[in-house]
């Protein structure tokens, strides 16, 4: 029988999906692989129905951004879970904040469809082939999306509260 660790997950996907893995980093034990939009799909149904790493959860799926990097602004962050073999991966897509689409996980994994809507909802990054992409938490005529950290967090006019202490 097969231990499938951390070590066997990225042995397997550099053998399979090297041109698409950018970064592969393990903080605090819980490896995370960042790959390119392009083959996240490929990426995902593989490790879903590879017969050894049978990664069939997704956990979690979130936006992130980071405005203070350059065509990298936003990211689409997928924890996987393998129940069987009792292992964790988070992924990570990073795409530009002038064109926010990235491919619908909704092919691979059924659960992706409400997390999809719910991060478009945030932060605005349009999910294609998405089977019903609109917001479920904002009113539908709001005009922005309110985890971008597009605004400041306090009064412009107060001096004795600074932005930077709040993570900006």
Same mark, same amino acid.
């Given at each position: 029988? +097969? @231990?499938?660790? !951390?070590? /066997?997950?990225?042995? /397997?996907?550099? @053998?399979?999906f090297e041109k698409e893995i950018l970064n592969i980093e393990e903080p605090y034990g819980f490896l995370? +692989?960042?790959?390119?939009?392009?083959?996240?799909?490929?990426?995902l149904v593989a490790i879903k129905n590879d017969s050894v790493l049978q990664m069939n959860f997704l956990t979690d799926l979130c936006g992130v951004h980071y405005p203070e @990097?350059? =065509?990298?602004?936003?990211?689409?962050? $997928?924890?996987?879970?393998?129940?069987? =073999? !009792?292992?964790?991966?988070?992924?990570?897509?990073?795409?530009?904040?002038?064109?926010?689409?990235?491919? @619908?996980?909704?092919?691979?994994?059924? *659960?992706? !469809?409400?997390?999809?809507?719910?991060?478009?909802?945030? $932060?605005?990054?349009?999910?294609?082939?998405?089977? !019903?992409?609109?917001?479920?938490? =904002?009113?539908?005529?709001?005009? $922005?999306?309110?985890?971008?950290?597009? $605004?400041?967090?306090?009064?412009? *006019?107060?001096?004795?509260?600074?932005?930077?202490?709040?993570?900006?």
């Open positions: 029988m +097969i @231990s499938v660790d !951390n070590a /066997y997950i990225v042995q /397997y996907l550099k @053998s399979h995370t +692989i960042e790959v390119k939009k392009e083959g996240l799909i490929a990426l @990097s350059p =065509n990298r602004e936003l990211a689409v962050v $997928y924890h996987l879970h393998s129940f069987i =073999n !009792n292992v964790r991966l988070r992924l990570k897509v990073f795409i530009p904040a002038a064109d926010p689409q990235i491919p @619908s996980a909704t092919t691979v994994f059924d *659960t992706a !469809n409400w997390m999809e809507r719910e991060t478009f909802d945030f $932060y605005g990054i349009l999910f294609l082939g998405h089977p !019903n992409l609109k917001r479920i938490l =904002n009113v539908d005529d709001m005009d $922005y999306h309110p985890l971008l950290k597009q $605004y400041r967090l306090e009064d412009g *006019t107060r001096t004795d509260k600074v932005d930077s202490f709040f993570g900006r």
